[in-house]
């Protein structure tokens, strides 16, 4: 009986300097490949400085439910809030 | 966080992500089109790949291999956004090789000559960027993530496609007839790439209103006859339609009617490579059942981190 | 990248050179000075760069054939990093060739109109794709002789042969471990995977003899400091190869007598000219065309 591969997120930081930032997934049996698969999916045009991969599993997300309590902004740090400062709509991972 | 949120974030012009609520309907849509998309990325990757070996220069060789690689990666992206809607890739292939989910129509044609090559990627290529450059902005954030990454590495196959076909107008007399033959064989192809027109099309209403399809078919394929003649002309070859003109009037090009008998025909499985193409992806699949299983092994007996006693012992009890 | 205008983050970045593994370039040593040093015999570095171009050229072409054939979509991507790469060396090797004998033969016409006595490829690059285990382990060998071939080079006394060198030491290093990471996995994986396995590295082992014959026009420029005498690198190669198959559980066939040189000699097996009628065919059909 067949046994799929784990599902790994991959997190690439694109040049020094940057945070790294999840690109996506993919499927290896075990960690080392995981590593080398993203290498070679998520960087063939050698994008990307450093890789993290982690198995989905493992990773504790907040789910968009717990929003209100989890999340909210103290209310008189309001440069804590990112809609303080104007960024425009277009930019990405803000 | 219900269909008040969802409702109000797509009217924003917001994103909805893979842990948001959505409609049932929204997630079978999404997955269901990215699926396809993926399958369309995997397949495609087999009538270009048969002329890797043979590609008749190095340099053609290396462009073609690279290019048949990044489908390979498109593949690998989109089925990473439909991992998030809760699809795992096991699943959809099989759907794929039991012919319960679909493909783009166009990878059942043959390709017959090198200048299919070319074709393909100004052509068969063009057709899909104008497809998909709006759906990098998608309702759903990990589809249109997937879709500017592969909407960047398909402008480059669309040039290269472009560039090989410059280079064969110029050459040999059997050169220019293997690329006029080729235009021939893919134009009308390529246009039912848009799939069924406006008043036919099932999905595209609410597909519009979710935001998950920006243009309707006839729109997306208006735009490429229009973005494809001058090209055409720049070429030096004749786009296979006696009724193709300009129409100043309506500022865009009139072009003659579709066979859509024949898309039904291909799409319902009728077309010249429909059985091979799922034969070659159900082929690879199940000869790379064992391979897949003994890295699964492999990685188990990892985690249960045998010492290299052990190794060793494991190593003596084989013969 | 603009996330809202896609045409706009499609047209950023649109540098031909970015696009996979240098395919963008018609010359391989463009703007690269090729004329061959004083006192290396130019005919017999022509010939020797011929050996190692055509090494990478055909197994380049057997790992292409894996395409869409591949056990799972991720080792598709794999395989086909690791044929570009050999290509591109193949490219670069042609193109020495061709320079150093100056008779005009550019990396085509070497590639794509000679016959098969004509090529000078070892057999373990030709031999028929098997299953996956087969070519990984052929892989293996392939990359690990390699390596330690190439990493000798990257002091030789031919400047534009060490540059090839260098550049392409850290592509093989890649493609050793990842055969010797497949290897393990399925020599320690199942009871199958470890049958087939031990299978194709018994299958494959004779033809390591031929891996360390040294042909006379390797001897003669290794004595120069060209080129290396492949008998040197043979217990850099046993002492990978133990290693890996340790690991992998695999039982490690009786050593390959040295083989009369067969490959280096032009002496092939049947499936090359298969091989090559399919690698040259669309090429013959249009002599003298430009693709």
Redesign the interface.
């Known amino acids: 009986m067949e046994k799929d591969w784990p599902l790994y997120e991959v997190f690439v930081r694109g040049k020094r300097g940057l945070n790294h930032v999840h690109v996506g997934s993919l499927r290896a049996a075990d960690d080392t490949m995981a590593l080398r698969n993203a290498r070679d999916l998520y960087t063939r045009r050698n994008e990307g400085v450093s890789i993290w991969v982690v198995k989905a599993q493992d990773i504790t997300a907040s789910s968009p439910d717990e929003k209100d309590p989890f999340f909210a902004p103290s209310g008189d740090k309001v440069y804590r809030h990112p809609t303080f400062y104007d960024i425009p709509e277009n930019v990405p991972h803000m | 966080m219900t269909q008040e949120h969802f409702d109000r974030t797509i009217d924003r012009d917001q994103r909805i992500e893979p842990r948001d609520w959505m409609p049932d309907a929204y997630r079978t849509t999404m997955v269901r089109q990215i699926a396809q998309h993926a399958h369309s990325e995997i397949i495609g990757m087999q009538p270009e790949g048969e002329w890797i070996t043979r590609a008749p220069s190095l340099r053609r060789k290396a462009i073609l291999l690279a290019k048949v690689q990044d489908e390979a990666g498109h593949g690998l992206y989109l089925y990473s956004a439909a991992e998030t809607l809760g699809a795992d890739r096991t699943g959809l292939t099989e759907k794929l090789i039991s012919g319960r989910q679909k493909y783009s129509s166009i990878f059942n044609y043959p390709t017959l000559s090198f200048a299919d090559v070319g074709v393909i990627g100004w052509l068969v290529d063009g057709a899909a960027i104008c497809n998909q450059v709006p759906l990098c902005r998608s309702s759903y954030g990990p589809y249109a993530r997937a879709m500017i990454r592969i909407c960047k590495e398909e402008s480059f196959h669309q040039r290269q496609g472009y560039e090989l076909l410059m280079a064969l107008m110029r050459g040999t007399d059997a050169q220019r007839e293997m690329v006029q033959d080729s235009v021939n064989r893919w134009w009308w192809p390529s246009l039912m790439m848009f799939g069924p027109p406006d008043a036919d099309s099932t999905h595209t209403a609410q597909s519009m209103a979710w935001k998950i399809k920006r243009h309707t078919n006839d729109e997306l394929r208006q735009r490429f006859v229009d973005m494809t003649v001058p090209q055409a002309e720049a070429l030096g070859v004749t786009l296979p339609d006696p009724d193709l003109r300009w129409n100043a009037d309506r500022g865009h090009h009139d072009f003659g009617e579709i066979d859509w008998s024949e898309l039904k025909r291909v799409i319902s499985g009728d077309g010249p490579c429909n059985a091979e193409r799922i034969d070659v992806r159900r082929t690879a699949h199940e000869d790379g059942a064992w391979v897949r299983e003994a890295a699964a092994a492999h990685a188990a007996k990892q985690t249960a981190a045998p010492s290299s006693k052990q190794i060793a012992e494991r190593a003596e009890r084989r013969p | 990248?603009?996330?809202?205008?896609?045409?706009g983050?499609?047209a950023e970045?649109?540098d031909e050179t970015?696009?996979?593994?240098?395919?963008g370039?018609?010359d391989p040593l463009a703007g690269i000075d090729t004329s061959v040093p004083d006192g290396i015999d130019r005919h017999a570095l022509s010939a020797y760069c011929l050996m190692l171009g055509d090494d990478a050229?055909i197994m380049s072409?057997r790992l292409?054939?894996w395409?869409?054939?591949?056990?799972?979509?991720?080792?598709?991507?794999?395989l086909?990093?690791i044929?570009?790469d050999l290509?591109?060396q193949?490219?670069l090797l042609?193109s020495r060739a061709g320079t150093a004998e100056d008779a005009g033969r550019a990396?085509?016409d070497l590639?794509?109109f000679r016959n098969a006595p004509e090529f000078r490829n070892i057999v373990l690059a030709e031999l028929p794709n098997g299953?996956?285990a087969h070519s990984t382990v052929r892989l293996l060998m392939f990359a690990t002789w390699r390596l330690a071939l190439l990493d000798r080079l990257t002091t030789s006394r031919d400047p534009v042969l060490a540059a090839i060198a260098a550049k392409s030491v850290k592509e093989v290093a890649y493609h050793r471990d990842?055969a010797a990471?497949w290897t393990?996995?399925?020599g320690?994986?199942?009871d199958?995977?470890?049958a087939?396995t031990?299978r194709a590295l018994d299958a494959l082992w004779p033809h390591t003899g031929e891996l360390f014959t040294a042909h006379k026009i390797e001897r003669d420029l290794a004595a120069m400091g060209v080129a290396v005498d492949p008998s040197d690198v043979r217990e850099e190669f046993d002492t990978v190869l133990d290693e890996v198959l340790?690991?992998a559980?695999?039982?490690r066939p009786a050593p390959a007598p040295p083989a009369n040189s067969a490959g280096r000699d032009g002496k092939h097996s049947t499936p090359l000219s298969d091989l090559l009628a399919?690698?040259q065919?669309?090429?013959r059909a249009?002599p003298?065309?430009?693709?």
């Open positions: 990248m603009a996330f809202d205008n896609a045409l983050a499609i970045d649109n970015r696009w996979a593994f240098g395919t370039f018609h050229l072409h292409q054939e395409c869409t054939h591949a056990p799972e979509l991720e080792e598709e991507v794999a086909a990093n044929a570009l290509l591109g193949a490219r042609l990396e085509d590639a794509y299953d996956f990842h990471l393990i996995r399925l320690d994986g199942t199958l995977s470890h087939r031990q340790t690991k559980t695999l039982r399919e690698l065919s669309v090429a249009h003298g065309a430009t693709w």
